[in-house]
């Protein structure tokens, strides 16, 4: 007859293989099912593709089920032709929170890991929920009203992302925390300036109207013929948008950030090398030089990692 010493070892057997699997399933996203939302990454937002591969593994996949989130409803206005519909992708990611906050999150190459980093690093819904309302107010596809309205912007869109990716490096509080408002405000700004010529393919600017309407430039004839004939006009806006993006810049860099923050905060030295760009081709966001693709961008990332400096 079996004692109870017996039994007592199978319970512990069974409690053991019963935690087992609870940690696999909702252990670290495995490669494969990280796979769509990386080439998502590497296609579409690269640059925040190459400074996720540079945390710690953990905190990289986390920074990878965040990322491709946030691009997912970022190219919802790309990838609809009515506003309404546009509205009714986001507002199904609205109601997806609730399944991915219960932990039961729908088959979706998006939603699965990010119910994980959700889970992981305690994600407060209202930060994802106010990301989803910024996309809806992008939707209208209205040029901004003035500076502060593009600012408002770009603090709306990218500054919870940012301090999302910070959270995920336990990195949310101190210099890196003060640090990342202006990181995001560099890195936003600049990224539309150089997507102006994709905008314009679009029929959007997103260009501020009051620096517009001061240098003289007309958005209607932008739009409909690109810059041609009002080339300089078109340089005085996007010079008075870079300088309030390497103001962001030069705040962001006044702080000592410890390197664990780095590849949240990176984004900033991909900001300077494309402000310089501009600079250098006289605020011409169509000039080749700017619109070619940059290949020493992971050099340029690995770089500064490695000297821990922004």
Known sequence: MRGPSHNARKREKFTSIMANNAESSTGIPTPEALAPVMADLRRDDRDRYLTALLAPPEAREGLIALYGFNLEIARVRETVSEELIGRMRLQWWRDRLDDIYAGTPPKHPVAEPLAWAVARFAVPRTVLE????????????????????????????????????????????????????????????????????????????????????????????????????????????????????????????????????LPALLPARLAARDLKRLTQAGFDPFAGSVMRVDGLRPLVLLMARVGGKL
Request: charged residues 25%; contains cysteine.
């Open 130 to 261: 106010d990301l989803i309302t910024a996309r809806e107010d992008d939707l209208a596809g209205e040029a901004p009203a003035d500076l502060a309205a593009l600012e408002d912007h770009a603090r709306r869109t990218a500054a919870p992302v940012v301090s999302l990716a910070l959270r995920v490096l336990g990195q949310d509080s101190g210099p890196a925390a003060a640090a990342a408002g202006d990181v995001a405000m560099a890195q936003a700004l600049t990224g539309i300036l150089r997507a102006v010529p994709f905008h314009l393919r679009a029929g959007v600017v997103r260009l501020p109207g009051d620096l517009c309407r001061t240098a003289g430039l007309d958005l209607d004839r932008l739009r409909d013929r690109g810059p041609t004939g009002q080339e300089n006009a078109l340089s005085d806006v996007v010079a008075r948008v870079a300088a309030r993006a390497g103001e962001a810049l030069a705040s962001a860099r006044r702080h000592r950030v410890p390197r664990r923050a």
